[in-house]
């Protein structure tokens, strides 16, 4: 399978700051790459595709203000957190995917952030 | 109705027994199906794409009934490290987006 990284792994931050968390793939070029983010004892939910050279497509109810996207080459996606509140402190997940021999896309997850605001 | 939904569990499992559980979906639509393990606090991880005629690796083996709407995962001879959430997701969308549904948690103990 692919290689997909994130950092940082873990952040901890005032409430009011901006946080940014990158997402590479390693050993693939990805066009697209997804945001996720997950509460305890929820599902990924999907926050935006992150479309290289374009505009992130977000999800209803993601305010795209808040949740800055950039995808600026083939391997590295970033998603900033901006003025950051305590009720944003979840697990965000990253994803990048290919298209396997059976015409399947499949999708790899970076490890994750875990985001704590105080 | 949620789109994709599975059985939370858990599901306690001896070591080296057989357990098997099912996802349904809503969205006749869905056209790519996975089975994805999640362990607490990590990231998913890829186990396997389902596929029409089903599929096997090791001894986990996926099945898609396109008529019924509904995946299913076999594990056979189970082991502990096969402790973890088993998450059905499905592609239904453009643009390869995925939909998860909540998660089977499996316990496997000695």
């Known amino acids: 399978g692919a290689v997909v990284s994130q950092h940082p792994s873990r952040v901890i931050c005032k409430s009011g700051t901006s946080v940014k968390i990158e997402c590479r793939s390693l050993d693939f070029q990805a066009t697209t790459m997804f945001w996720y983010r997950q509460f305890p004892k929820q599902s990924l939910m999907l926050m935006a595709t992150s479309n290289e050279g374009s505009k992130a497509t977000y999800e209803q109810g993601v305010e795209k203000d808040k949740f800055l996207i950039n995808h600026a080459s083939l391997t590295l996606s970033t998603l900033t957190v901006t003025s950051a509140h305590p009720e944003d402190s979840s697990f965000y997940i990253c994803s990048a995917g290919y298209f396997r021999d059976r015409g399947t896309y499949e999708q790899y997850f970076g490890p994750g952030t875990r985001l704590t605001v105080t | 109705r949620k789109e994709v939904e599975q059985d939370p569990g858990p599901f306690n499992v001896p070591e080296g027994a057989t357990v098997a559980f099912n996802c349904t979906y809503s969205n006749s639509a869905s056209q790519s199906f996975f089975w994805y393990r999640q362990d607490c606090r990590k990231e998913p991880k890829l186990l396997m794409s389902?596929?029409?005629s089903g599929n096997e690796d090791g001894r986990f083996t996926a099945q898609l009934n396109r008529a019924s709407q509904y995946i299913s995962l076999l594990i056979r001879d189970s082991k502990l490290s096969d402790s973890a959430t088993y998450l059905c997701?499905?592609?239904?969308?453009?643009?390869?987006?995925?939909?998860f549904g909540g998660g089977t948690r499996v316990l496997v103990k000695p």
């Open positions: 997701v499905v592609n239904y969308a453009a643009g390869n987006k995925l939909t």
């Open positions: 389902v596929y029409s």
